[in-house]
């Protein structure tokens, strides 16, 4: 849907922010593609840690993880027989990157490039 048509129909702050948020969706899930089978900890927003090899990640961030293990077998027990797990994206908190694999350097200049294009 064009942004005029949704100011449209939305009004205009409503539209710059579902805007932004859809920019910085599109960000993150192209940088977390790149990390497809690399160790990462998932950190959910029930205190839940999980370790594991990222698999795959779609638009709405949600993960799949495999080879997973939980950080704290001792709270979560029920979680050691699990091997594999998809985590909805909205009950992410965070996601622990390994930093040799994180190229600091590409981030930085996408998003430069992408609050440059914002100002315009």
Same mark, same amino acid.
């Given at each position: 849907?064009?942004?005029?048509? /949704?100011?449209?129909?939305y009004? #205009?702050?409503? @539209?710059?922010?579902?805007y932004?948020?859809?920019?910085?969706? +599109?960000?993150?899930?192209?940088?977390?593609?790149?990390?497809?089978?690399?160790? @990462?900890v998932?950190?959910?927003? !029930?205190?839940l840690?999980?370790?594991?090899t990222? *698999?795959s990640?779609?638009?709405?961030l !949600?993960i799949?993880?495999?080879?997973? !293990?939980v950080?704290d %077998? #001792?709270k979560?027990?029920?979680?050691?027989?699990?091997? !594999? /797990?998809? @985590?909805?994206?909205?009950?992410?908190?965070?996601?622990?990157?390994p930093?040799? #694999?994180?190229?600091? +350097?590409?981030?930085?200049? %996408? %998003?430069?490039? #992408? %609050? *440059?294009?914002?100002? +315009?």
């Open positions: 849907m064009d942004i005029n048509r /949704c100011k449209k129909i009004g #205009e702050i409503k @539209v710059s922010y579902l932004l948020k859809q920019k910085f969706f +599109q960000l993150f899930y192209s940088f977390f593609k790149s990390l497809i089978g690399k160790d @990462v998932v950190e959910l927003k !029930n205190d840690s999980i370790c594991g990222l *698999h990640v779609d638009q709405y !949600n799949k993880l495999t080879d997973i !293990n950080t %077998a #001792e979560y027990p029920h979680m050691l027989s699990v091997k !594999n /797990c998809f @985590v909805r994206g909205s009950v992410v908190r965070y996601v622990q990157l930093a040799d #694999e994180v190229d600091t +350097q590409l981030l930085q200049d %996408a %998003a430069r490039r #992408e %609050a *440059h294009s914002q100002r +315009q």
